[in-house]
């Protein structure tokens, strides 16, 4: 779920207003990235401490050496390019998968003007196709959504929520059972397509391009869940987000032979802009981590 703050910098003026967004906590980069900068820090100062105490004056000419060669080719890893590049491609995937869900309201502005009649038969009409819309959401969203295959885990949670009723399970359990490795969503939106042609047939429709409306929002319903579910069959490729890891990882392992303090250089103790790439560098791969499934349970 993403974590709003559009009210909190609606105006700006004075010193700016993203300065009062760095003291969040839910949803903010510290929350994702102090368990690695705790750690980088003390390895850090493991290898200070063996390097200032610890080794004989032999041994702290061949920790010099490795840290100069380290310092040497460390910045031959591309981090920049690799990493913009795939933030990049992570953050247009996560709003176009935004763009792609599916919402019944333009369907639902079409039956509750289309099919005509204040009986109760036209309103369970209306109401049921509606009923099946949101049975179609829900049903993509299982398949792709960790919270959401939490709170319905199984199709009995979904005749208890209202969205089926138990003729309608009996049924989709048994094209599951015949055609398990298939998604389902799709019945749910033919039953809803039966019905405006029942309602059509029974006059409550005016005409046949009104039918044709509804029938066409119901399949635009159906392809945005269907290209939901590419989206979640066909990920960023592999490679490209072990190469993105493995960079900023080796980087970091390097840098902390790289940046050390040594006899001959000033000894500022604690690397401050060291900690800081970790820090930016390192929160930049955690939001690759968080966009590249927006369905998860993070809470931005």
């Keep these: 779920m993403t974590v709003t703050y559009t009210s909190e910098v609606a105006t700006c003026g004075g010193f700016g207003v993203f300065w009062k967004l760095l003291f969040r906590w839910r949803g903010s980069i510290y929350r994702l990235v102090w368990p690695h900068l705790l750690l ?109 295959k939490k709170r319905l885990p199984t199709l009995q949670h979904l005749v208890d929520a209202g969205l089926l009723q138990d003729n309608e399970m009996d049924i989709i359990e048994k094209i599951d059972d015949k055609y398990l490795q298939y998604p389902n969503f799709w019945i749910s939106l033919v039953w809803a397509g039966g019905i405006v042609t029942r309602a059509k047939l029974e006059g409550r429709i005016p005409d046949e391009i009104t039918a044709k409306l509804i029938i066409d929002e119901i399949n635009k319903f159906s392809m945005k869940c269907s290209a939901l579910l590419n989206y979640d069959w066909v990920s960023v490729p592999l490679v490209y987000t072990q190469v993105v890891t493995l960079a900023i990882y080796t980087f970091f392992l390097s840098s902390l032979m790289a940046r050390q303090f040594l006899r001959s250089e000033i000894d500022m103790v604690i690397p401050v802009f060291s900690f800081l790439q970790f820090f930016f560098y390192m929160g930049w791969l955690k939001v690759a981590e968080a966009l590249i499934n927006p369905f998860g349970e993070d809470e931005d």
């Design 40 to 148: 980088y820090m003390f390895l850090y100062f493991s290898l200070s401490m063996l390097y200032r105490f610890v080794l004989e004056e032999e041994k702290k000419v061949v920790f010099e050496n490795i840290c100069l060669h380290c310092r040497t080719f460390a910045n031959l890893i591309p981090i920049t390019f690799v990493l913009g590049f795939y933030v990049s491609i992570v953050v247009s995937r996560w709003w176009s998968q935004f763009e792609t869900i599916p919402w019944p309201d333009s369907v639902c502005m079409y039956i509750s003007t289309s099919i005509l009649g204040d009986d109760d038969r036209a309103r369970l009409m209306r109401r049921t196709i509606a009923r099946y819309l949101n049975l179609a959401l829900v049903q993509t969203l299982r398949m792709i959504s960790v919270p959401v």
